[in-house]
């Protein structure tokens, strides 16, 4: 198994394509830490099903968006199993509206959980991955953050954002042996995306590959990063959509 002894930690890891994620990693070997905010019950249901497959595997309720409580679940983590090798920053929140309407409170939530979430969890982990001299951070952007979308400035600026600090990291530990990269996901079908594909009957035909993203998609990339085989890759951001943004 590729990822056998590794163990991950993925935000976000009770549904969507975080839930996927974790899923993923555990059938390549990883025991997973399966972060969530607020469902318990389906973050719970994620770590039977990895225990299922054999692999150790935690749920850790933590809001990323706080500082402390990220800490926290990286120490509880690394005290629980010994190290932290793969860390996915997959949580991510949408509160889309047009800037003229958009209040202080739609902008600043989005950036603390989807922007500062990420510094919180990786500063907590870079120490543990340095000591190592080995980690694979992936951060989850969008298409997003590097073409815009209207009614989306809050989402949009946190996912550029992300694709900043991932090159700006991946030169700042490349040398400690860990590789920073991020994937920009197009419309994948999730609970995040549902009210968009409703309303848009024919965003397929947008798509050269007529066909919505699965979360599969998207974490079938995550293994790859997070296993030796991408050990020579860093700091770059993979597009998983379909042909969406050709
Ligand atoms: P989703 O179905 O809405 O799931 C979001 C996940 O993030 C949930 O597990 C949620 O936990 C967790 N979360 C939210 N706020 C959190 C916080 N403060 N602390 C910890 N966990 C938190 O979203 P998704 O579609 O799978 O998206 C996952 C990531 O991919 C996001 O970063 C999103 O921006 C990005 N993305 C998605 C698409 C798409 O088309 N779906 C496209 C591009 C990028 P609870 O279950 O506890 O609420």
């Given amino acids: 198994m590729e990822l ?17 994620i974790c899923l993923e990693m555990a059938k390549a070997g990883a025991a997973v830490v399966v972060n969530y905010c607020s469902n318990e019950n389906a973050a719970m249901d994620v770590a039977s099903e990895i225990e299922r497959f054999g692999h150790p595997s935690l ?40 800037l003229l309407i958009m209040s202080e409170k739609d902008w600043g939530d989005v950036i603390a959980t989807n922007l500062t979430g990420i510094y919180n969890t990786t500063k907590n982990v870079a120490r543990y ?23 989306q400035a809050n989402y949009a600026a ?37 009210p968009i594909i409703e309303k848009n009957a024919a965003i397929e035909e947008k798509i050269p590959l ?26 770059q951001i993979i597009g998983i959509d379909g042909g969406f943004t050709l």
């Fill in 158 to 194: 946190a996912k550029a954002g992300i694709i900043g600090f991932t090159k700006a990291l991946a030169k700042e530990l490349g040398s400690r042996g860990i590789t920073v990269n991020a994937i920009a996901p197009g419309f994948i079908k999730t609970d995040m995306t549902s």
């Fill in 210 to 235: 007529r066909r919505l993203g699965t979360p599969e998609d998207v974490a079938y990339m995550a293994v790859f990063l997070a296993s030796a085989r991408a050990d020579y890759i860093t700091g």
């Fill in 59 to 98: 749920a850790y309720k933590a809001d990323i968006a706080d500082f402390a409580q990220a800490q926290r679940m990286m120490e509880d983590v690394h005290k629980k199993f010994g190290r932290i090798d793969i860390l996915v920053n997959n949580a991510g929140i949408a509160r889309d509206m047009l």
């Fill in 4 to 20: 056998d002894g590794k163990v991950c930690v993925v935000t976000g890891g009770s549904r969507g394509i975080g839930r996927s």
């Fill in 129 to 151: 991955m340095i000591k190592q001299r080995w980690g694979r951070i992936i951060n989850i952007s969008s298409v997003v953050g590097i073409y815009g979308n209207a009614g």
